[in-house]
């Protein structure tokens, strides 16, 4: 298997300050363009790292052959 790139995004910002969240643009060696959905999460920090050890995890399960 080619070797691989996870590519994400993050930023702490007051939850009440955000109006809304677009995916990101990737153009690719090959001249096509990608998106990157991106996710928000909530919460105390605690609560955060929980919920984004477990979208990790379940992102990997998306891909078994790797």
């Known amino acids: 298997m080619a ?3 996870l590519v994400y ?3 702490l910002l007051p939850a009440d300050e955000i109006a809304s969240v677009g ?3 990737i153009q690719l060696k090959n001249g ?3 998106r990157v959905t991106m996710h ?3 919460g105390s920090r605690d609560e955060i790292e929980a919920q984004l050890r477990m979208s ?3 992102f ?3 891909y078994p052959e790797i």
């Open 9 to 11: 995004g993050m930023r």
């Open 3 to 5: 070797n691989l790139t």
């Open 32 to 34: 096509n363009d990608a």
């Open 23 to 25: 995916d990101a643009p």
């Open 60 to 62: 990997f399960d998306f």
């Open 40 to 42: 928000v999460l909530e």
């Open 56 to 58: 990790l995890d379940a």
